[in-house]
């Protein structure tokens, strides 16, 4: 089997590699010269734990090759996968499918035998029709199949999600595409993953109604903890009670600053809007999307509250500004709403974090950029942990104080032992979680 991979960014990539480890043999396609020349190379243009070592490993065994000519590319490929980005288009909030179309125009052009296009983006619900009636249209000489088998993977375990998934999803219209996908995932049926085959629009709908989903579950989360803090109750453990409800689940039930990232934001909002063109009023992912907006601002609120209640003329330290950790992606990150407006009511930023500065020094103006915690500590006011990366639960405490001005941590992510940070003289406010003693 020959697949050819039309875009390189986070999905292609990482869907390519996993292919190729997958037995099959991958051309990965991208307009962009700079990153190809990376790929080829051997440099990774993005941060993924293992991705590196992957594409290695294929390019050396030659099943995973790179390519900015799409022709040759696609040229006897068993399928063509599309993983272009399909970002918030600016104002609307609809998914920007400017360049799904553009490679499927190009597809269109250049492809010489019957063929099966399969979009790997996550593409709003009757787009797998449009991309029919193109190459219907276009090319009424060939028939090209289109099937729609969305992504799930998540950022810093993205390889772990493509070759050990719960489920894969694949939208067919016939038994070729079905028979074609199924080879693709062979693999998978030793470690018997279930294969969901469905009508394209129900797979298309499938990725949003899981992101959607997953965000619901994080916003009520956080809401409940608002409640906890008021209560004097333990948001953890009620995660951890409901969660042990096999109807439930325990997973993305970690109240935090607020979702964010690459996909929840923009496919929560891009949902909305297949809802409205569709006359339904999606009213649970309407509140989901508002109350998670202003969540990163009540964050803001916390964190002044904690130092007394104005940050003007204090200098605060920002452990992580990454969305989440094993990333170094900025995307929608809570940091980009609770920084600015930090600094806006005066507050000194001295921030770290260990992948992302490079991109938020692009998005952050006037940080004060430190190699490592401890040096974003040194004459802090108070400490605010916005990523969980595990360096920083690992943080020496009494090192941590003696470097800072007042012994403050606010806890975003909930990575410490509210007792054991008040044993070592700090004073303490995480989330959704009883205050514990300060210092005396
Ligand atoms: C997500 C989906 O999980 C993945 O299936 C989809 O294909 C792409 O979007 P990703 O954005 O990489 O993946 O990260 P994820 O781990 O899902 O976290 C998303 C956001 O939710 C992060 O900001 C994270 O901090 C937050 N989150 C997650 C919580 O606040 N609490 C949780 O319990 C889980």
Redesign the pocket.
Known sequence: MRIAMIGTGY?GLVSGACFAEFGLEVVGVDKDESKIRMLEEGRIPIYEPGLDALVDKHKAAGRLSFTTDLAEAIDGADAIFIGVGTPSRRGDGHADLTYVFAAAEEIAAKLKHDTLVVTKS?VPVGTGRRLQKIFKTQRPDLEIDVASN?????????IE?FLRPDRVVCGVESDRAREILAQCYRPLNLIETPILFTALETAELI?YA??AF??T??TF??ELADLCERVGADVQQV?KGMGLDGRIGR??????????????PK?TLALLRTGEQYNTHLRIVETVVNVNEGRKRRMVRKITDACGGSVAGKTIAILGVT???N?D?MR???SLVIVPALQAEGAVIRAYDPEGMREAAKLLPDVGWCQDSYHALEGADAAVIL??WNEFRGLDLDRARSLMRQPLIVDL?NIFDPAQVAKAGFAYTSVGRPVAAGPT
């Open positions: 999905v996550t969305p992504e799930f993977l998540r950022e810093g375990s993205a999600d990725k899981t992101n997953l965000a579950k994080i989360i956080n995660a997973k993305f039930l970690h109240a935090g600053p607020g979702y964010g990232g690459s996909c929840f496919d969305f989440k950790p990333t992606d929608e990150s809570p990523t969980e992510r």
